[in-house]
C-alpha cells in the first residue's frame, strides 16, 4: 500500500487527507470556531441527576451540558487495588448534584445531543495509550502476529513501574517498535498524567484541563504507522511544529514529512476539493455504470445499490453480482469519507445465488478492515438488507460542512406550485369567512403566482364571484416556493 497524507492550514481551518494509492480515503477538518473536543479533558460539575436513565447532565463550560452515564463512570475499590472500576447499577450511589468530577469527552457533540463523557481518562501518545484507572496490559487486535504481540505486551509488562496504578493498550503503530521507544512513550505518558492530575485539582469547575494535539500533529501521532511514505503540508509555521513533534517522539519519521512549496493549492493538485465536493452528494456514481443513494437521517442512514447504466455481458444475476461486488468496495470507502456512524442499512440488489450473497458480503467484510472506527456487520436480514453499525465519535462530513436547506428545512423536497396554490384558495376562504375585508392579497413565490395567473386562473375568478371580493396577487421574490401570505386589505 502506497498510502499519503495531506495537510492543508489556514488562519481558521486546518484539513488532512488520508490517500490510498493517489484515491483519497479519509478527511479531516478542524476549525477554528468548531475545535473537536473529543478526548480533552475538563473538570466538570454535575448539575443534574437522571436516576431514570442512570446518568448525569455534567456542567464542562460549553454551551450544552454534556452526558455522563453510570457505565462511564471508575470507582475504586478500597479493598481491591488492582480494581479497574466498578459498573454502578444506580446513578445516585456514585454522583449527586454539585460534585466536581475530572472527565473526558467520548463523543464530539452530535445534532442537539451533548458531549459524552466518561471519567476513565485514557491519554494516547505515539505508540501507547495510558489508562489510569486501568489495569494490564492489552495489545491492539490489529496486531496478528502472535509472537510480536507476546513481545509487545512483554515491553510493556516489564517497563510498568510497581509502585505507579494504571494499564497500557497497545497501539497497532507500535508493531516492529524498539524497547526504548515504548519505554520512551511511557515515559511521556506517566508525565503527562501527573500535569493533567494536579491541573484538574487545581482547576475550577466548567474548565478545560487537557486539550488534545491540534490536527496537523494529531495526524502524525494516528495515522503516520498506516504504511504512509510522505506527509505534505503548505504551512511553515505548522511544517515547524510537526517536525519538532516527529523529531521528539518519532525521530525515524522525519524524513516522511515536506513543506509543499507550490503555488497550486495542495488539495487541487491531488483532486482532494473535487472529492470532497462528491462526497457531500446523494447519488454516488459506480466505475461500471451503476450508482449508490446514501441518505443520512438522525435516526441511521441507508445506502441503496442500483444497477444504473450497466447491462451487463452475460446474464442479469451476473450483472447484480458484478454491481454489488464493486459497491461492496465503494460503500465501505464513503462510510469512512463521510465519516458516516450510527445503524447503517445497506440495500444490495437482490440476488438469487447464496455463493454470490456470501461473497458480496465478505468483500464489503475485507473493505472495511482498514477502517479505524469500530464496525460491526450482521447477516443478510430476511428482506436482503445488510445491517450494521459504525462507531460515531465526531460530526459527520455533511454535518460538518453544510446545514439543513432553509427553503425545505432539511425535508429534501418543497410543495408544488399547484399544492401551495389549493392552499392559498383554502386560506382566502378562511380569512374572508372571519373578518370583514374591502379585498385580499395573496403574496407568494413566482411559480405560484404563475400558476394562479394561468391554470387556475379560472379557479380564481371563481372564488372572487362567490366572495364578492377583489384578490390581488403579487410576486415576492424572496419567499420559498412553498412560502405564502394571505393578507387583507
Not at 64 to 89: C, K, N, Q, W
Not at 113 to 119: M, N, S
Amino acid at each position: 500500500m502506497t498510502a499519503e497524507i495531506l495537510v492543508n492550514v489556514t488562519p481558521r481551518e486546518s484539513r488532512a487527507a488520508f490517500l490510498d494509492n493517489g484515491v483519497l480515503q479519509e478527511v479531516f477538518i478542524e476549525r477554528a470556531n468548531r475545535l473537536g473536543i473529543a478526548g480533552n479533558v475538563y473538570k466538570g460539575r454535575v448539575s443534574r441527576v437522571l436516576p431514570g436513565m442512570q446518568a448525569a447532565f455534567i456542567d464542562i463550560g460549553l454551551e450544552r451540558t454534556a452526558f455522563l452515564h453510570v457505565s462511564d463512570i471508575a470507582r475504586r475499590d478500597d479493598v481491591d487495588p488492582e480494581f479497574e472500576g466498578a459498573r454502578a447499577e444506580d446513578i445516585r450511589a456514585v454522583v449527586t448534584e454539585g460534585d466536581e468530577l475530572l472527565v473526558q469527552v467520548l463523543k464530539e457533540p452530535l445534532g442537539t445531543k451533548g458531549a459524552r463523557l466518561t471519567t476513565f481518562v485514557t491519554l494516547p501518545s505515539r505508540f501507547l495509550v495510558y489508562m489510569p484507572q486501568g489495569h494490564g496490559v492489552g495489545v491492539s487486535a490489529r496486531i496478528e502476529d502472535e509472537a510480536e504481540r507476546a513481545r509487545l505486551r512483554g515491553l510493556v509488562e516489564l517497563f510498568m513501574p510497581a509502585e505507579r496504578p494504571g494499564g497500557y493498550i497497545v497501539r497497532t503503530v507500535a508493531e516492529g517498535a524498539t524497547p526504548d521507544a515504548l519505554r520512551a512513550d511511557m515515559l511521556f505518558l506517566q508525565r503527562l498524567w501527573e500535569v493533567v492530575g494536579e491541573s484538574g485539582l487545581r482547576a475550577a469547575a466548567g474548565r478545560l484541563v487537557h486539550e488534545d494535539l491540534p490536527l496537523h500533529v494529531r495526524v502524525l501521532r494516528d495515522l503516520l504507522g498506516q504504511g504512509v511514505e510522505r506527509v505534505q503540508i503548505d504551512a511553515p509555521l505548522a511544517f515547524a511544529r510537526m517536525i519538532e513533534f516527529a523529531r521528539t517522539f518519532m525521530p525515524e519519521s522525519e524524513p516522511k514529512i515536506e513543506l509543499y512549496r507550490g503555488n497550486r493549492p495542495i488539495f487541487d493538485l491531488y483532486g482532494v476539493e473535487d472529492e470532497v465536493q462528491k462526497a457531500l452528494e446523494r447519488k454516488v456514481p459506480l466505475k461500471s455504470g451503476g450508482h449508490l443513494v446514501i441518505d443520512q437521517t438522525e435516526a441511521m442512514t441507508t445506502i441503496d445499490v442500483n444497477t444504473g447504466a450497466f447491462v451487463g455481458h452475460r446474464n442479469l444475476e451476473d450483472t447484480i453480482f458484478r454491481t454489488n461486488l464493486e459497491a461492496a468496495v465503494a460503500i465501505a470507502r464513503q462510510l469512512r469519507l463521510r465519516n458516516l456512524g450510527g445503524i447503517i442499512i445497506v440495500d444490495f440488489i437482490d440476488m438469487q445465488d447464496e455463493e454470490h450473497r456470501g461473497q458480496v458480503l465478505q468483500a464489503f467484510e475485507k473493505s472495511l478492515v482498514a477502517d479505524h472506527a469500530r464496525t460491526q456487520i450482521s447477516s443478510v436480514s430476511p428482506l436482503g438488507l445488510v445491517e450494521m453499525t459504525r462507531k460515531r465519535t465526531r460530526e459527520s462530513l455533511e454535518h460538518l460542512l453544510c446545514r439543513p436547506c432553509p427553503a425545505c428545512e432539511g425535508r429534501r423536497y418543497v410543495k408544488t406550485p399547484e399544492t401551495v396554490a389549493y392552499e392559498i384558495f383554502r386560506e382566502i376562504l378562511r380569512q374572508a369567512r372571519q373578518f370583514e375585508v374591502q379585498g385580499l392579497m395573496v403574496l407568494a413565490h413566482e411559480d405560484v403566482i404563475e400558476l394562479l395567473l394561468d391554470e387556475e386562473s379560472a379557479a380564481l375568478g371563481e372564488l372572487e364571484v362567490m366572495l364578492g371580493k377583489p384578490i390581488r396577487l403579487q410576486t415576492e421574490a424572496l419567499y420559498a416556493q412553498d412560502q405564502y401570505d394571505v393578507v387583507l386589505v
